[in-house]
């Protein structure tokens, strides 16, 4: 049986809701807002995952996030959370997926983050056992991980400096904290998060790119038409592998036998003949080489055709893109967003690696609104009452 949330609410109480899935008969549970919840303790799901790390280091590294744990604690949601239950957990390095792309990325400073899911108290009618639901909603406070600010954004382009994307729409601030794709960024770190992609280096990087699919296409045509010459010489193996079937068949089946033999030879013929004609043609590129060709030569042309002035120029690009358009877009056009990569020398590789340089509050608004369900609006009377400036405290100088 599954549980699921399900909208009810008593006043401004906070408690979540799951429905007993799996038949028309199934019951209801009735949730215990009133019941005091549990924050327990703050512990390590991971550790030193994805990079050698000192036990001093990690140590350092671990107590920061248990002290980030505790200040999200203070918050009126958790201290004490009202029917629900707080599990904070820590994660050192985090996983490759938590490391920007930049030099020296492995030596720079550790990525990790603190994960705080949520679990409700229930109870189901004519009984009195209290159960805990699955979990619920979750927020993230990454630490030296910038990537969830884009690793989301789709790759127009890429070179040896990472991957281009759009930049999201919509950049404001909570707080006065730059917020980006529905993340709160806290740093005191001036340098810029993003530079500008100009519209010659992402030509220039698709460019690459088409002349590496162009490249691979030919390979695969070279290696068809060499698996067809191999075919037509292998003919007397065949022939040799038909008899000797034939000669199998026939004791047991000759009618069998004799049909399998008119058939295998047809086939054989009709084989030979198209791949003879084949090779007797003027050699002229795949479909697929024909297409890579295509690319290439647009993105050139594109580029050729630019000034110097709009070659330093920052790249645009809209989804809207009609075929045999233009790969950049006009900057005037409303839905053009420009193009940007991540700032390689944003962080300071010249301090301690256990220092936090920045903390990104993730996940508490993408599709994280006002709502009936209570699993949901727990989260969203934490992100509307809780001081974020209290996190700068975090951050090493």
Same mark, same amino acid.
């Given at each position: 049986m599954n549980l699921r949330p399900s909208p009810l609410r008593a006043g401004a109480c906070l408690? %979540?809701?799951?429905?007993? %899935?799996?038949?028309?008969?199934?019951?209801?549970?009735?949730?215990?807002?009133?019941? $005091?919840?549990?924050? =327990?303790?703050?512990?390590?799901?991971?550790?030193?995952?994805?990079? %050698?790390?000192?036990?001093?280091?990690?140590?350092?590294?671990?107590? /920061?996030?248990?002290?980030?744990?505790e200040a999200i604690h203070q918050s009126q949601v958790?201290? +004490?959370?009202? !029917?629900?239950? %707080? /599990?904070?957990? !820590?994660?050192?390095?985090?996983?490759?997926?938590?490391?920007?792309?930049?030099?020296?990325n492995q030596t720079g400073p550790i990525p990790g983050y603190l994960m705080v899911g949520t679990f409700s108290y229930a109870y189901y009618a004519g009984t009195t056992r209290v159960v805990v639901s699955d979990e619920g909603p979750q927020f993230f406070v990454d630490v030296n991980s910038l990537m969830r600010l884009y690793s989301s954004s789709p790759e127009i382009?890429?070179?040896?400096?990472? /991957?281009?994307?759009?930049?999201?729409?919509?950049?404001?601030?909570?707080?006065?904290? +730059?917020?980006?794709?529905?993340?709160? $960024?806290?740093? =005191? $770190?001036?340098?810029?998060?993003?530079?500008?992609?100009? &519209?010659?280096?992402?030509? #220039?990087? /698709?460019?690459? #790119? &088409?002349?590496?699919?162009?490249? =691979?296409?030919q390979a695969e045509h070279k290696k068809q038409s060499a698996y067809d010459g191999l075919w037509l010489a292998n003919r007397d193996k065949r022939e040799r592998d038909r008899e000797r079937t034939y000669q199998q068949l026939i004791t047991v089946n000759p009618k069998g036998a004799a049909?399998?033999?008119?058939?295998?030879?047809?086939?054989e013929r009709k084989q030979e003949e198209h791949l003879q004609a084949e090779a007797n043609k003027p050699v002229t590129p795949s479909t697929a080489e024909q297409f890579r060709q295509k690319e290439l030569d647009a993105y050139q042309r594109e580029l050729a055709a630019l000034s110097p002035e709009q070659r330093n120029e920052q790249?645009?690009?809209?989804? =809207?893109?009609?075929?045999?358009?233009?790969?950049?877009?006009?900057?005037?056009?409303?839905?053009?967003? +420009?193009?940007?990569?991540?700032?390689?020398?944003?962080f300071d590789r010249s301090r301690p690696r256990t220092d936090i340089q920045v903390l990104i509050v993730g996940r508490l608004y993408r599709d994280l609104h006002e709502s009936d369900d209570p699993q949901y609006q727990r989260l969203v009377d934490f992100r509307r009452s809780f001081d974020f400036r209290s996190l700068v405290s975090f951050l090493d100088q």
């Open positions: 408690f %979540a809701i799951t429905v007993l %899935a799996g038949s028309a008969s199934a019951q209801k549970p009735q949730f215990l807002p009133d019941k $005091v919840g549990v924050w =327990k303790p703050f512990r390590m799901s991971c550790d030193r995952s994805g990079h %050698a790390l000192t036990s001093e280091q990690d140590r350092i590294y671990g107590s /920061k996030l248990q002290r980030l744990s958790f201290n +004490p959370p009202m !029917g629900i239950e %707080a /599990k904070p957990t !820590g994660c050192v390095n985090a996983t490759m997926e938590f490391l920007d792309e930049y030099p020296g382009a890429r070179d040896d400096g990472g /991957k281009m994307f759009p930049l999201a729409t919509g950049t404001k601030s909570v707080q006065g904290f +730059p917020f980006y794709d529905g993340n709160i $960024v806290i740093t =005191k $770190v001036t340098r810029p998060i993003f530079l500008p992609v100009s &519209a010659e280096r992402c030509l #220039q990087a /698709k460019i690459g #790119q &088409a002349q590496i699919e162009l490249a =691979k296409a049909d399998y033999l008119r058939a295998s030879e047809d086939n790249a645009w690009f809209t989804w =809207k893109r009609q075929a045999g358009d233009r790969l950049l877009a006009d900057p005037t056009r409303p839905e053009a967003r +420009p193009l940007v990569r991540f700032n390689p020398d944003f």
